[in-house]
């Protein structure tokens, strides 16, 4: 069905029934849901040229992805995160834009999509430590949201993001509270700002135990599997080796469970591994008990509240509702307890001792 006919079997005219989709204040209440119904019930969906056209928006979301010789965004996490974020625009009439750019063309790419009013929004993806592209879309004026922060960026801006530092921070003491000594931690890259609150949080735990940070045992790289098992595989290697491991996603962990048994040890009795878990479609932790202790936030459910808040903040522009305090959100990561974790072992602590 199209607008003319539905407009017909209402008996009103069809820039009123654009008006009312379209969320147009001067569409009363009534008419707007009688609009909204007898579009449900005859499967209608305006075309979003169309509604671009009547409302002057481009009715696109628009997601810059970084790329480097350094690392590859474009991975099963990234995956999920636009998977909920794109159920949010898709229930919203948006289209999403999703474009791959290398690190060194970013300024670029946003520029051009603001002077060609591409699309009404941005969410910026895995923020650095000093990130100039948040300083950038402010400057463009254009709303944004970023999906996690930028520690050396001092101006407000919107963001959501788990507490990183607070969930390995407990993660860490976990493993202490188990008589885990000797903690090893295998990171995202260290410019990423999420490994630096993720680093913080585990050099806190110890501190607070008075126990000293050992940089032979802190790993920053690319999350990958095989990142995992290498890196794990030499420090089992040591004469005084890790008795767990702390690490920053489901993805590498399984590489640290494949050193682990090739070195003849006993996943979660002689060497305990928690993990940060997002929660991913194809990598799921789950069963009754775990496979893997982890501290666990939904990187799916990131997306959908990402997306969520960017579209309440076009929405408030565009009805010309003065701006308000930054929109932040910080999402906490809950701790589950699974077969991956287990006290530090007598013959392994002997060893040490």
Do not use: C
């Not at 407009?7 to 009363?28: C, D, F, M, W």
């Amino acid at each position: 069905m199209n607008l003319k006919e539905l407009a017909h079997k209402l008996g009103i005219s069809q820039t009123t029934v654009s008006r009312a989709l379209n969320g147009y204040p001067e569409v009363s209440e009534a008419t707007r849901r009688k609009v909204r119904e007898a579009a449900e019930v005859h499967n209608y969906r305006p075309s979003l040229r169309a509604k671009s056209l009547a409302t002057g928006r481009s009715m696109a979301i628009a997601h810059v992805v970084p790329v480097s010789s350094k690392h590859e965004m474009v991975n099963p996490i990234f995956a999920d995160f636009i998977a909920g974020a794109g159920e949010e625009y898709a229930r919203a009439g948006y289209e999403l834009l999703l474009s791959v750019v290398a690190d060194s063309d970013h300024d670029r790419m946003y520029r051009d999509l603001v002077t060609r009013k591409a699309v009404d929004g941005l969410v910026v993806q895995a923020p650095t430590l000093t990130d100039n592209r948040i300083p950038l879309l402010a400057d463009l004026g254009i709303p944004f949201v970023v999906h996690g922060r930028s520690s050396g960026v001092v101006s407000a801006y919107n963001w959501l993001d788990v507490n990183n530092r607070r969930a390995f921070e407990r993660a860490t003491g976990l493993l202490l509270d188990l008589g885990h000594r000797r903690i090893a931690l295998l990171n995202g890259l260290a410019t990423l700002d999420f490994a630096h609150r993720r680093s913080d949080g585990y050099k806190r735990a110890l501190l607070e135990r008075s126990i000293t940070i050992d940089p032979e045992l802190i790993a920053h790289d690319e999350m990958t599997e095989n990142y995992g098992y290498e890196v794990a595989r030499r420090m089992l290697a040591q004469p005084n080796p890790p008795t767990a491991f702390l690490v920053s996603s489901i993805i590498p962990a399984i590489g640290v469970r494949r050193a682990i048994t090739d070195a003849g040890l006993e996943f979660g009795r002689e060497v305990s591994i928690v993990i940060h878990d997002d929660d991913l479609s194809y990598f799921r932790n789950a069963g009754d008990v775990p496979l893997f202790t982890a501290v666990r936030s939904s990187v799916r459910e990131a997306g959908q509240r990402a997306a969520a808040m960017l579209l309440e903040i076009i929405r408030r522009r565009e009805e010309g509702i003065a701006d308000e305090a930054p929109m932040q959100i910080l999402m906490e990561a809950e701790l589950t307890i699974g077969q991956s974790t287990g006290p530090r072992a007598l013959s392994r602590a002997r060893a040490q001792n």
